[in-house]
């Protein structure tokens, strides 16, 4: 029997792919074949490994209802302007609610025409509950603004050279010139902002308006992220950066380990003597397997070199 050097116990594996980097890697294979496939190799090499098999949730869709807390539905509008409802959790333990822009962004291709004004709305209710951290799920959106309409939202309201308000949506940006901030929501400017994404995209700055959007807010347009949910986190590193210039509280993650690390995932994990998954959450498979046996593959050499290391460091 192989045991652990630590416990004195049969090896025990976590395997936790992810559906971001299975997509990420061409994989059609779902999260839960993907982990019975690295469980395999893992037990080709270990052969009475006690592994525990875990599908990580993609986290930039649906993610409102897959956290313990209460759910807020209240009135606010789509991407088009329209009426609807929409629904977030607030944790209050932790004071942060998680709200999905697929609910007030999903519906509609608005394009750069329409805004993420709903977006906004909901975090104003959840700043007026006294949250104080944000995740927004920013996968599934259809509009195109660079955060804008979350700004009108809380009252930080982009202006032409003249004062003018802009019409809303990317489209009008071109004529941007600064933010009247005269009755800005500070509660919820002041918020930690993390934003869950399915790539690391910069900001499309063959756009003039995202384009012109960064140069006014002092953005940089290539970081990673950025250009996720039609430059979403433009806007909120402006708001934010108001209330706190030195280092806006924005952080912009793949979906995966972010939603991992909000559930404990992370933690849980480090009771294991072998983490293998394909997120950020600490493991060794390659960003590049995409078949079945690339998988198993993966598992195999996993438990080759938790072996080795165990035995130079035992």
């Known amino acids: 029997m192989t045991t652990s050097p630590t416990t004195g116990h049969p090896v025990t594996a976590l395997v936790a792919p992810s559906a971001w ?10 999260p839960d074949a993907a982990a019975q496939a690295i469980a395999e190799g893992i037990t080709s090499v270990i052969h009475d490994a006690e592994v525990t098999l875990a599908a990580v949730p993609d986290g930039t869709q649906d993610v409102a209802a897959l956290i313990p807390g209460e759910r807020i539905t209240l009135p606010t509008t789509d991407a088009t302007g329209a009426l609807t409802e929409a629904t977030y959790t607030l944790h209050r333990e932790t004071r942060t609610a998680y709200v999905d822009l697929a609910s007030v962004a999903g519906d509609v291709d608005a394009g750069d025409r329409g805004d993420t004004f709903g977006l906004g709305v909901l975090i104003a209710d959840a700043a007026s509950r006294r949250a104080q951290r944000i995740y927004i799920a920013a996968g599934g959106g259809r509009c195109v603004d660079g955060g804008t309409g979350v700004l009108v939202a809380l009252s ?15 489209a009008g940006l071109s004529d941007l010139a600064d933010l009247d901030t005269a009755k800005i929501n ?12 399915d790539a690391p995209a910069p900001v499309d700055t063959s756009h003039p308006g995202l ?13 990673p992220g950025y250009g996720a949910a039609g430059a979403l986190a433009v806007g909120l590193h402006w708001l934010s950066g108001i209330i706190h210039p030195a280092a ?11 939603l991992a690390e909000h559930l404990g995932f992370t933690q849980e994990a480090s009771a294991f003597d072998l983490v293998v998954c394909s997120a950020d959450l600490g493991g060794d498979l390659p960003a590049t397997a995409a078949t079945k046996q690339d998988l198993w593959t993966a598992g195999a050499q996993a438990a080759s070199d938790y072996l080795r290391i165990s035995t130079v460091q035992g």
């Open 21 to 30: 980097a299975l997509t990420s890697a061409g994989s059609a294979l779902t």
């Open 211 to 223: 384009a012109h959007l960064c140069d006014v807010a002092g953005v940089d347009a290539t970081t």
């Open 156 to 170: 930080a309201t982009p202006v032409d050279a003249a004062g003018r308000v802009l019409r809303k949506g990317a």
């Open 248 to 258: 806006p509280r924005v952080r912009v993650r793949a979906g995966s380990g972010l």
């Open 186 to 197: 500070a509660a919820a400017a002041a918020m930690d902002y993390e934003l869950a994404v």
